[in-house]
């Protein structure tokens, strides 16, 4: 019998700790941490394709790794998971490539990144009940390991799945990343089968020069892509995702996005649906938590992969599922019971708080990112 893991002590304990995700997706490969498992891929090292057309690291991990029955990863998922990887790499680099005239190979974060994406999509898209049930089984076993500093995460909930983040460092090269979750998602959006695609992909940035880089580096890798233009015309296409150039993006940077339709700016509602959205340092274009709350109008019904090299920080000063709803809560009392500030409340006022409904803007998986620690660092997710 396994023994009972001990609570640790406060001094030792950092953000990393709380990432809950990331303690599931290592427990897969029977690790603890992130340089554990570096160890063992060999890093750099392995770097490339062997003969079978599996990457390198494949075949290092599987030298390693232990699957046994009910460990949650076979080789055979891992196989299939690899020969993915390498297929949608080979896809956002081929034009890339030709223009260079060297091969772009991932680095061993790069590969772990994509690897453990396709682990979260396999099992949100086919096995989603035993994934919510593994994430909360994962966040019992963090409240165990941590004791009392533990933060007071709710209990995991299907609605709250379809949001992840990747905490990469800068220079990772998280825009190739995010070309190939595209491709990774679609993939899974359409049962391997390419057909099927979701109403729109949507590239969320914090300002517009961060929106026209994007566009070039989306073109480079093949895809059809432009600005948001509030006046053009919605397009009705075809998607291969075979084919990138038939694979369409819109960006847009979080300050054009509003409650409601202005001058310069969209009503963030003209975009739900069952999106795609990818979100690149969303936390630096708007002041508060207002792009928390257009960001969810967007995701709502669909999905979201985020990518920051500071996110840890901006997370690790933010608020629990349950701290954010009570904010959104404090905010509403205020039209609620027809007051100006919160001391203008009575106790009995006050006390009747927790019992408010949300805003619609929050909805009831309105949450800080890292509400339940679903973060990524560098390739863990």
Not at 78 to 105: C, F, K
Not at 115 to 120: D, G, H, K, T
Not at 354 to 381: F, K, Q, R, S
Request: glycine share 10%; charged share 25%.
């Amino acid at each position: 019998m396994a023994a009972k893991p001990t609570a640790r002590h406060s001094a030792n304990i950092t953000f990393h700790d709380h990432l809950v995700l990331n303690r599931w997706l290592l427990s897969l490969f029977h690790k603890q941490d992130l340089p554990t498992l570096k160890a063992q891929m060999g890093g750099d090292d392995y770097e490339g394709l062997a003969q079978d057309g599996q990457s390198r690291f494949f075949h290092q991990l599987t030298g390693v790794l232990f699957f046994g029955e009910g460990t949650g990863l076979s080789e055979a998922d891992l196989r299939r998971y690899d020969l993915n990887v390498v297929r949608h790499w080979q896809a956002v680099t081929a034009r890339r490539n030709r223009h260079s005239g060297h091969e772009l190979q991932m680095k061993y974060f790069q590969y772990l990144s994509l690897i453990f994406s396709e682990v979260y999509l396999d099992w949100y898209f086919n096995r989603r009940d035993r994934l919510l049930a593994e994430l909360n089984a994962q966040l019992n076993r963090y409240r165990e390991n941590l004791g009392a500093e533990a933060k007071n995460f709710s209990p995991y909930a299907e609605q709250e799945l379809n949001k992840i983040a990747f905490w990469n460092a800068t220079g990772s090269g998280k825009t190739l990343l995010m070309h190939v979750n595209i491709l990774q998602y679609l993939s899974y959006f359409s049962d391997g089968t390419g057909r099927g695609k979701p109403d729109k992909i949507i590239v969320l940035t914090p300002n517009e020069g961060l929106s026209r880089q994007h566009v070039a580096e989306l073109a480079l890798s093949g895809f059809q892509t432009a600005l948001f233009d509030k006046n053009g015309q919605a397009r009705n296409y075809t998607l291969n995702i075979d084919d990138l150039n038939s694979i369409e993006a819109e960006v847009i940077d979080v300050n054009k996005l509003a409650d409601k339709a202005g001058d310069k700016t969209v009503a963030a509602e003209h975009f739900a649906g069952n999106n795609l959205v990818l979100v690149d340092e969303g936390h630096r274009g708007s002041s508060g938590e207002e792009w928390l709350k257009r960001r969810d109008v967007l995701v709502r019904g669909g999905f979201s992969f985020e990518y920051s090299a500071t996110l840890g920080q901006a997370a690790g000063k933010g608020k629990t599922l349950a701290d954010t709803r009570f904010e959104q809560q404090k905010k509403n009392a205020l039209a609620h019971f027809g007051a100006a500030r919160q001391s203008d409340l009575s106790k009995e006022q006050k006390a009747l708080i927790p019992a408010l409904p949300l805003t619609p803007a929050a909805g009831a998986n309105g949450t800080a990112d890292g509400g339940h620690g679903n973060l990524c660092e560098n390739g863990a997710v």
